[in-house]
Protein backbone atom coordinates (compact mmCIF):
# COMPACT_ATOMS: atom_id res chain seq x y z
CA UNK A 1 0.00 0.00 0.00
CA UNK A 2 1.67 3.74 -0.89
CA UNK A 3 1.53 6.09 1.70
CA UNK A 4 -0.09 9.25 1.15
CA UNK A 5 2.71 12.46 2.41
CA UNK A 6 2.52 16.36 3.49
CA UNK A 7 2.45 17.42 -0.14
CA UNK A 8 -0.55 15.45 -1.04
CA UNK A 9 -2.78 16.89 0.71
CA UNK A 10 -4.18 20.76 0.62
CA UNK A 11 -5.88 23.04 2.88
CA UNK A 12 -9.76 22.82 2.40
CA UNK A 13 -9.84 19.36 2.34
CA UNK A 14 -12.50 17.50 3.75
CA UNK A 15 -11.89 13.52 4.23
CA UNK A 16 -15.07 11.28 5.03
CA UNK A 17 -14.15 8.84 7.66
CA UNK A 18 -17.34 6.49 7.73
CA UNK A 19 -19.83 5.48 10.00
CA UNK A 20 -20.17 3.03 12.88
CA UNK A 21 -23.13 1.89 15.07
CA UNK A 22 -22.83 2.83 18.48
CA UNK A 23 -23.94 -0.37 21.45
CA UNK A 24 -25.27 -0.41 24.78
CA UNK A 25 -23.07 -2.89 25.31
CA UNK A 26 -19.95 -0.98 23.92
CA UNK A 27 -20.75 1.97 25.85
CA UNK A 28 -21.21 0.18 29.56
CA UNK A 29 -18.13 -1.74 28.79
CA UNK A 30 -15.77 1.65 28.13
CA UNK A 31 -17.28 3.74 31.03
CA UNK A 32 -16.96 0.46 33.15
CA UNK A 33 -13.09 0.83 32.58
CA UNK A 34 -12.10 3.92 32.02
CA UNK A 35 -15.12 6.64 33.07
CA UNK A 36 -17.69 4.83 35.81
CA UNK A 37 -20.45 7.51 36.18
CA UNK A 38 -24.20 5.93 36.66
CA UNK A 39 -25.25 8.05 33.16
CA UNK A 40 -22.49 5.74 31.42
CA UNK A 41 -22.95 2.37 33.26
CA UNK A 42 -26.53 1.96 34.59
CA UNK A 43 -29.60 1.84 31.75
CA UNK A 44 -31.96 2.10 34.47
CA UNK A 45 -30.32 4.96 36.57
CA UNK A 46 -29.41 7.16 33.51
CA UNK A 47 -33.35 6.83 32.56
CA UNK A 48 -33.89 8.62 35.50
CA UNK A 49 -31.08 11.40 35.07
CA UNK A 50 -31.26 14.87 33.35
CA UNK A 51 -29.86 12.56 30.16
CA UNK A 52 -33.21 10.01 30.15
CA UNK A 53 -31.17 7.34 29.13
CA UNK A 54 -28.17 5.71 28.45
CA UNK A 55 -25.36 7.97 27.17
CA UNK A 56 -21.75 7.32 25.99
CA UNK A 57 -18.88 8.71 28.11
CA UNK A 58 -17.14 12.31 26.05
CA UNK A 59 -13.96 10.22 26.14
CA UNK A 60 -15.37 7.09 24.55
CA UNK A 61 -17.04 9.43 21.90
CA UNK A 62 -13.48 10.62 21.25
CA UNK A 63 -12.18 7.27 21.24
CA UNK A 64 -15.17 5.66 18.65
CA UNK A 65 -13.95 9.28 16.42
CA UNK A 66 -9.86 7.59 16.28
CA UNK A 67 -11.18 4.61 15.50
CA UNK A 68 -12.92 5.89 12.35
CA UNK A 69 -10.14 7.98 11.38
CA UNK A 70 -7.15 5.30 11.27
CA UNK A 71 -9.38 3.31 9.10
CA UNK A 72 -10.50 5.81 7.50
CA UNK A 73 -7.62 8.27 6.90
CA UNK A 74 -4.22 7.39 9.09
CA UNK A 75 -3.75 3.75 7.76
CA UNK A 76 -2.12 4.80 4.82
CA UNK A 77 -0.38 8.51 5.23
CA UNK A 78 2.70 9.09 6.82
CA UNK A 79 1.59 9.81 10.21
CA UNK A 80 4.26 10.54 12.91
CA UNK A 81 2.10 11.64 15.71
CA UNK A 82 -0.05 14.50 17.22
CA UNK A 83 1.40 17.05 19.45
CA UNK A 84 -2.45 17.73 21.16
CA UNK A 85 -5.67 18.92 20.70
CA UNK A 86 -6.53 23.12 20.67
CA UNK A 87 -10.25 22.23 21.57
CA UNK A 88 -12.86 19.98 21.91
CA UNK A 89 -16.50 19.94 22.18
CA UNK A 90 -18.78 17.90 23.17
CA UNK A 91 -22.48 19.55 21.75
CA UNK A 92 -24.63 16.69 21.91
CA UNK A 93 -25.32 13.29 24.15
CA UNK A 94 -24.06 9.80 21.82
CA UNK A 95 -27.06 7.08 22.62
CA UNK A 96 -27.08 3.45 22.03
CA UNK A 97 -28.34 2.95 18.39
CA UNK A 98 -27.03 5.85 17.54
CA UNK A 99 -25.36 5.91 14.27
CA UNK A 100 -21.98 7.79 13.92
CA UNK A 101 -20.30 9.60 11.19
CA UNK A 102 -17.16 11.11 11.34
CA UNK A 103 -15.34 13.89 8.86
CA UNK A 104 -11.96 15.09 8.73
CA UNK A 105 -10.99 19.16 7.25
CA UNK A 106 -7.48 20.25 7.02
CA UNK A 107 -7.56 23.72 8.35
CA UNK A 108 -3.67 24.58 7.73
CA UNK A 109 -0.75 22.74 6.30
CA UNK A 110 2.27 24.18 7.99
CA UNK A 111 6.01 22.30 6.79
CA UNK A 112 8.15 22.32 9.67
CA UNK A 113 11.09 25.04 10.02
CA UNK A 114 13.75 22.49 12.04
CA UNK A 115 12.78 18.96 10.69
CA UNK A 116 12.51 19.07 6.39
CA UNK A 117 10.87 15.48 6.55
CA UNK A 118 7.54 16.67 8.13
CA UNK A 119 4.93 19.18 8.16
CA UNK A 120 2.32 20.13 10.53
CA UNK A 121 -1.67 19.78 9.33
CA UNK A 122 -3.66 21.92 12.03
CA UNK A 123 -7.44 20.53 11.27
CA UNK A 124 -10.94 20.31 12.39
CA UNK A 125 -12.18 16.83 13.37
CA UNK A 126 -16.64 16.58 13.16
CA UNK A 127 -18.51 13.70 14.69
CA UNK A 128 -22.90 13.69 13.64
CA UNK A 129 -25.18 10.92 14.59
CA UNK A 130 -27.71 9.51 12.10
CA UNK A 131 -30.12 12.62 12.28
CA UNK A 132 -26.80 14.33 10.60
CA UNK A 133 -26.96 16.57 14.20
CA UNK A 134 -22.81 17.31 15.06
CA UNK A 135 -22.13 16.09 18.33
CA UNK A 136 -18.36 16.34 18.61
CA UNK A 137 -16.12 18.71 17.31
CA UNK A 138 -12.17 19.04 18.12
CA UNK A 139 -9.19 20.80 16.43
CA UNK A 140 -6.28 18.61 16.68
CA UNK A 141 -2.69 19.14 15.37
CA UNK A 142 -0.54 16.37 13.48
CA UNK A 143 2.78 15.58 12.60
CA UNK A 144 3.06 14.04 8.76
CA UNK A 145 6.20 13.16 7.08
CA UNK A 146 6.78 14.54 4.06
CA UNK A 147 7.77 12.31 0.67
CA UNK A 148 10.98 11.00 1.23
CA UNK A 149 13.99 12.32 -1.39
CA UNK A 150 13.57 9.80 -4.35
Known amino acids: MALRYFEDFRPGQVIELGSREVTEAEIIAFAQQFDPQYFHTDPQAAAASVWGGLVASGWHTMAMYMRLLVDGFLRDV ?7 IDEIRWLR ?3 PGDRIR ?7 AIPSQ ?17 KGELVMSFKPIALIGRRPPA
Open 102 to 108: ARLTLLE
Open 78 to 84: ASLASPG
Open 114 to 130: SNADRGTFKQLGELFNQ
Open 93 to 95: PVR
